[in-house]
């Protein structure tokens, strides 16, 4: 078990990081949504005020044409006057609205890399406990949010003074203006204010990227003792490993003496190597080593190869370079071709002789 105590000094593992992505657990900033909606949103705004205009106008001429025409409004009129009205307040804001809506999302997507989790709609009733909720109100992430909603109310009325102050002198002559001219004047009034809202937004959501993202490392660091009982996890224990190539290594050896009784020589130095190589003329271009080892493995070699009474030549040189350069169950490369030929037809000249 992992020591709750220790302190989480080590950065997250690719396994850690997968993990938590997939509990939906990613790194994300909602100012930086929020200052992107506001920035397309007005700017929406700007370029289809045009539009939005004419549709309020024909809506409000139809409602004073009928406020000249109708002596009486009827029961059947109201739902009538509701659609109406609806449809204009529809046709006026909907394409804003959708468009803060679509970068919405897009923001969303590009900080989270598209993830989709429905692990996050599940209800968590732990979140209805009131204790916990207040300690969660009480917490420094609480703490920083909080901050951050004052700091964004303080800049947004400190904005909207020094923009009414600077305005102040013009505003009492509107009234001496008519509505085709006070409507502009005061548009340009509400974009300039907006233009200085969404800057300074602009850098509460950039310091708060920064935030966000220093504190979602934070969360995800690791404790040692945590990242070792990961690689147990990911790679197996390594003593459950070493025991494991243990029994490879000692059946790869037991296959290995297995073939040293068909070998046709074992060549030696004289203890410390033993390689014993088989030829066969129908199936390989050359000889074959069919076991080799060092130490107690060669001496293990040698002896079986005498049991079974395969020739044992001692040749350090050239069992030393066997061992080194050839891997095991591999013809022998062409330039040993004439040391091995050599004692191989000493070998067969031996077994010639035996036979007569």
């Known amino acids: 078990m992992p020591d709750s105590s220790e302190e989480k000094t080590e950065k997250p593992t690719a396994k850690?990081?997968?993990?938590?992505?997939?509990?939906?657990?990613?790194?994300?900033?909602?100012?930086?949504?929020?200052a992107a909606?506001?920035?397309?949103?007005?700017?929406?705004?700007?370029?289809?005020?045009?539009?939005?205009?004419?549709?309020?106008?024909?809506?409000?001429?139809?409602?004073?044409?009928?406020?000249?025409?109708?002596?009486?409004?009827?029961?059947?009129?109201?739902?009538?006057?509701?659609?109406?009205?609806?449809?204009?307040f529809a046709i006026g804001t909907v394409p804003i609205l959708l468009i803060a809506s679509i970068i919405a999302v897009i923001a969303t997507i590009v900080q989270t890399k598209?993830?989709?989790?429905?692990?996050s709609l599940k209800p968590k009733f732990g979140k209805l406990n009131p204790l916990k909720g207040i300690k969660n109100m009480v917490s420094l992430k609480g703490i920083i949010e909080?901050?951050?909603?004052?700091?964004?109310?303080?800049?947004?009325?400190?904005?909207?003074?020094?923009?009414?102050?600077?305005?102040?002198?013009?505003l009492p002559k509107m009234i001496d203006m008519s509505f085709e001219k006070c409507v502009p004047a005061i548009g340009g009034m509400l974009w300039s204010m907006s233009i200085k809202v969404m800057i300074a937004f602009a850098f509460v959501a950039g310091a708060d990227y920064m935030y966000q993202r220093w504190s979602y490392e934070k969360s995800l660091r690791m404790t040692k003792q945590e990242i070792k009982e990961e690689y147990k996890m990911t790679e197996g224990d390594p003593k459950i490993k070493g025991q494991i190539?243990?029994?490879?290594?000692?059946?790869?050896?037991?296959?290995?003496?297995?073939?040293?009784?068909?070998?046709?020589?074992?060549?030696?130095?004289?203890?410390?190597?033993?390689v014993a190589l088989k030829y066969n003329a129908d199936s390989n271009r050359a000889?074959?080593?069919?076991?080799?080892?060092?130490?107690?493995?060669?001496?293990?070699?040698?002896?079986?190869?005498?049991?079974?009474?395969?020739?044992?030549?001692?040749?350090?040189?050239?069992?030393?370079?066997?061992?080194a350069e050839v891997p095991l169950?591999?013809?022998?490369?062409?330039?040993?071709y004439n040391p091995v030929a050599?004692?191989?037809?000493?070998?067969y000249s031996l077994k010639e002789k035996e036979l007569n």
Not at 23 to 30: A, T, V, Y
Not at 254 to 269: E, K, T, Y
Not at 329 to 334: G, K, L, V
Request: hydrophobic fraction near 45%.
């Open 16 to 34: 850690k990081r997968n993990d938590q992505r997939k509990e939906g657990n990613i790194f994300q900033s909602k100012e930086i949504v929020i």
């Open 329 to 336: 169950d591999t013809e022998i490369p062409s330039e040993f």
């Open 37 to 88: 909606s506001l920035l397309v949103t007005f700017t929406a705004f700007k370029f289809l005020y045009n539009y939005t205009e004419s549709a309020m106008k024909d809506c409000l001429k139809w409602f004073f044409g009928l406020a000249g025409s109708m002596d009486l409004i009827k029961e059947d009129d109201g739902p009538q006057m509701f659609i109406r009205a609806l449809m204009a």
């Open 287 to 323: 000889p074959v080593i069919v076991a080799k080892g060092e130490d107690l493995i060669a001496l293990k070699i040698i002896e079986v190869a005498e049991k079974n009474n395969v020739p044992v030549m001692e040749n350090k040189p050239l069992a030393r370079a066997l061992f």
């Open 146 to 170: 909080l901050l951050k909603s004052i700091i964004k109310i303080v800049i947004l009325f400190y904005i909207i003074y020094i923009s009414l102050e600077d305005e102040i002198s013009t």
């Open 114 to 119: 598209g993830l989709v989790n429905f692990k």
């Open 245 to 274: 190539k243990q029994k490879q290594q000692a059946m790869s050896r037991q296959r290995m003496m297995q073939n040293v009784p068909g070998a046709d020589v074992v060549i030696r130095n004289p203890t410390h190597y033993a």
């Open 342 to 347: 050599e004692v191989l037809a000493y070998v």
